[in-house]
């Protein structure tokens, strides 16, 4: 597992190098081209933040909390604020423990996000975690809309050796999930998590099949702890925003999959979601094979983005 663990950090390392050299090198050369900390300093500090996708909101708290640490510990030199401004930006993902409450109970994970940003692969990638972790998972393929949606998640479903519930494209996703909470029941399935449509240009068709949807779990499956998860693409910065902040009027979502890291200038945007929209990322990909997409540590991100090691591994 730790072996695993450094694999997956090295790779985000890796991966984050676009994000790197957008950020970090802009940050390094700030704090060796400035002699002294004045407004100029902080502005400039601001302004790369910005440039590599961190938000306004976010980078105005960081710089704040920054400007805050340097007064009380009465610092002087710019080079000594680099490890400050790390503190800062891990301070403005705590969002508490990140909950994987899910996975100790009978539960229903319904995972949305729009056609393209990785959503179907992730239900896969996480059914196969799971099922390989000792749990036993029954997947719904309720994205019956887009082509070969279906046919994907069943791909996905044989590879990872866990059952699935669909039927033919363009069928009721309401009726799927009908199917698979009952059959998640009866086989006495740890998790059942369902695919569902993203089709955020035509929200308030999505708004209404989302409410059916809960409303069949309420009912049939009222027991069940809930997690919705919401699929963003990280390549498209502050898009993804826009849209997590779309989703979460249509449901109630408790978490990010951010997907697509690897090779991504955009990758300060992992940071403006928990900031700004105060809900967690709680899975990251970085990559197409199944153990590519990991739980999100805020320390390891950070760690990665700056380069500076593995600490939370070592620990």
């Known amino acids: 597992m730790a072996e695993g663990k450094k694999g997956f950090f090295s790779r985000l390392v890796e991966g984050l190098t676009k994000t790197r050299n957008n ?31 961190l938000g306004i909101e976010t980078t105005m708290s960081i710089v704040e909390n920054l400007r805050r640490q340097v007064k009380e510990k009465g610092i002087k030199e710019p080079e000594e604020c680099k490890e400050l401004l790390i503190e800062s930006i891990k301070a403005q993902m705590d969002l508490g423990e990140n ?28 059914a196969g975690q799971l099922k390989d972790s000792g749990r036993r998972v029954v997947l719904a393929a309720a994205d019956t809309f887009r082509a070969a949606a279906i046919e994907q998640l069943t791909e996905w479903a044989n590879r990872a050796g ?49 409410k059916k949807i809960n409303r069949i779990i309420d009912r049939e499956y009222p027991e069940a702890y809930r997690e919705t998860l919401v699929v ?4 498209t910065g502050q898009n993804a925003l826009a849209q997590a902040r ?17 090779g991504t200038a955009k990758g300060g945007i992992a940071v403006a ?19 590519d997409l990991q739980k999100f540590n805020a320390d390891d991100f950070v760690n990665a983005l700056f380069n500076t090691g593995d600490r939370s591994a070592q620990s």
């Open 162 to 210: 866990v059952d699935i519930i669909a039927q033919q494209e363009g069928s009721d996703p309401a009726a799927v999930i009908y199917d698979a909470v009952n059959a998640a029941k009866s086989r006495n399935a740890d998790v059942l998590i369902c695919d569902t449509a993203g089709r955020l240009h035509n929200k308030k068709n999505l708004m209404e099949e989302l």
């Open 232 to 235: 963003l693409d990280g390549t």
């Open 273 to 291: 979601i928990q900031s700004e929209l105060g809900i967690p990322v709680k899975y990251i990909g970085i990559g197409e094979k199944i153990d």
């Open 23 to 53: 950020i970090v090198s802009g940050i390094d050369s700030i704090f060796s081209g400035f002699s002294a900390i004045d407004d100029d300093f902080y502005e400039e500090i601001e302004e790369t933040l910005i440039m590599g996708d």
């Open 246 to 262: 779309q989703f979460m009027e249509a449901a109630k979502v408790t978490g990010i999959i951010l997907t697509k890291l690897d």
């Open 99 to 126: 909950a994987y409450e899910f996975e100790n109970r009978k539960s229903v994970v319904l995972v949305i996000g729009v056609n393209g940003v990785g959503k179907t692969t992730s239900v896969g990638k996480l």
